[in-house]
């Protein structure tokens, strides 16, 4: 029974030692880029009510969420997507404002995926929201915020895919779809599911034309120039306007500089179906799985009370954690802890230069040196946690410097370290 405590349940993992420091100090990373944009931090409840995820917002499905009760019968569920818990906080605290609202988060959200799929059922995400503002521009701004993150991250190799919702949904309010058969034609389409898509749109009477434009969706996909020519495709209007706003957003993302990293695709459809307008996912090599994401949803803060365009995008940190790694690069955590040997009698010598360092903002372990163990085991301990040198009080006045790596000893008397 012991034994069996020690393990985690399936989907959740443990993150210790080196890697949550690297984990944390990444999350410090886009976190203090978020802030350079202007993002305000907010905090919102693991787990909230069952309707705020409902399938009327859009989101996740409710077979996929952790259910739970509270004492007087509510439904609850643990959060399977931190955008709709903005989405209310932005209703509640923000009704009144009119102005640009930059809201950014970190925490898990928790997804009860198929064990068959393989994927964590606990992520880590680290997000922001522009609320407020319907323009182009802002659609931009979290676009390039979001290349700045994996950037910031110490990606090199990456490429941001940008869809259009409503390029679909123009689509496929002129064909006449129900919701089910929608949802049918959007799965199919993510799929690349070519067989699948004509067998459904042959059942419909819609105009030739259109059959087209849907037989193509899967195939329009690349640089903006290619996507062009998906404007003689049609005559909707919806969709027309779609690819027009995609064409005033590469514009301004090459006055930022960014534009080798955009790439497009009209037949990149979201699981969320609050998404109105742009939507976008991150790849880089190391992972078949998206490192970020995100999109335009102007309808959804409005399902809590107020009338409020916004965009938001989300970095998925342990996807992103995991490309780093297998692309071997280095996330720089900060400098490691400083290991102080003491003898008991030497206690309060130690206890003072732990404050004189401490005082310095370096990390210092305190230790007592017990007489069973060898220098060279404190050595091993140290290389183990991640320690990067050692003081080893040998007597009130004299020092032994220990350099854990090398394993090179000096000496040093305890003026020297108080200057």
């Given at each position: 029974m012991i034994e069996k405590l020690l393990h985690t349940p399936e989907g959740v993992r443990d993150i210790y030692n080196a890697e949550c420091e690297r984990k944390l100090q990444l999350q410090n990373n886009l976190h203090h880029?978020?802030?350079?944009?202007?993002?305000?931090?907010?905090?919102?409840?693991?787990?909230?009510f069952f309707d705020i995820f409902s399938k009327e917002r859009g989101t996740v499905a409710a077979n996929d969420m952790y259910k739970f009760f509270d004492r007087e019968g509510n439904t609850l569920v643990l959060r399977p997507d931190i955008t709709p818990s903005i989405a209310r906080c932005a209703a509640k605290y923000f009704k009144e404002e009119s102005f640009p609202i930059r809201l950014c988060y970190m925490g898990s959200t928790f997804i009860n995926n198929s064990s068959y799929q393989g994927k964590l059922k606990e992520s880590t995400q680290l997000g922001a929201e522009l609320i407020n503002d319907d323009s182009t521009d802002a659609d931009a701004e979290m676009l390039a915020l979001t290349i700045e993150c994996l950037l910031r991250a110490g990606l090199k190799?990456?490429?941001?895919?940008?869809?259009?919702?409503?390029?679909?949904?123009?689509?496929?309010?002129?064909a006449g779809f129900d919701e089910e058969e929608e949802n049918q034609l959007r799965i199919l389409i993510e799929n690349k599911n070519m067989f699948g898509v004509e067998e459904l749109i042959s059942?419909?009477?819609?105009?030739?034309?259109?059959?087209?434009?849907?037989?193509?969706?899967?195939?329009?996909?690349?640089?903006?120039?290619?996507?062009?020519?998906?404007?003689?495709?049609?005559?909707?209007?919806?969709?027309?306007?779609?690819?027009?706003?995609?064409?005033?957003?590469?514009?301004?993302?090459t006055a930022y500089g960014l534009e080798k990293y955009i790439t497009f695709d009209l037949g990149m459809l979201s699981k969320y179906n609050y998404y109105t307008g742009i939507i976008f996912r991150a790849y880089t090599y190391g992972t078949g799985d998206t490192i970020a994401n995100g999109g335009r949803y102007d309808n959804l803060v409005g399902q809590f009370g107020k009338n409020a365009p916004a965009i938001g995008l989300a970095v998925l940190v342990d996807?992103?954690?995991?490309?780093?790694?297998?692309?071997?690069?280095?996330?720089?955590?900060?400098?490691g802890n400083t290991l102080i040997l003491y003898n008991k009698n030497l206690l309060e010598n130690a206890i003072v230069l732990a404050n004189h360092f401490?005082?310095?903002?370096?990390?210092?372990e305190l230790l007592c040196v017990n007489d069973k163990v060898t220098l060279k085991d404190y050595i091993a301990y140290s290389e183990r946690n991640g320690i990067g040198g050692i003081l080893y009080f040998e007597t009130a006045e004299l020092i032994k410097v220990i350099h854990t790596g090398s394993g090179e000893i000096q000496e040093a008397g305890i003026r020297d370290f108080m200057q």
């Open positions: 880029v978020m802030k350079l944009h202007g993002f305000k931090d907010i905090q919102t409840p693991t787990f909230e190799e990456f490429q941001v895919e940008i869809g259009e919702a409503d390029f679909f949904r123009g689509l496929v309010e002129e059942s419909k009477d819609i105009s030739s034309e259109l059959k087209t434009v849907f037989l193509t969706l899967p195939e329009l996909f690349g640089t903006l120039d290619k996507l062009m020519a998906a404007k003689a495709l049609t005559k909707n209007k919806r969709a027309l306007k779609a690819m027009e706003r995609l064409e005033q957003l590469y514009s301004i993302l996807q992103l954690m995991s490309a780093l790694s297998r692309q071997k690069i280095e996330i720089k955590a900060e400098a401490r005082n310095k903002e370096m990390n210092i």
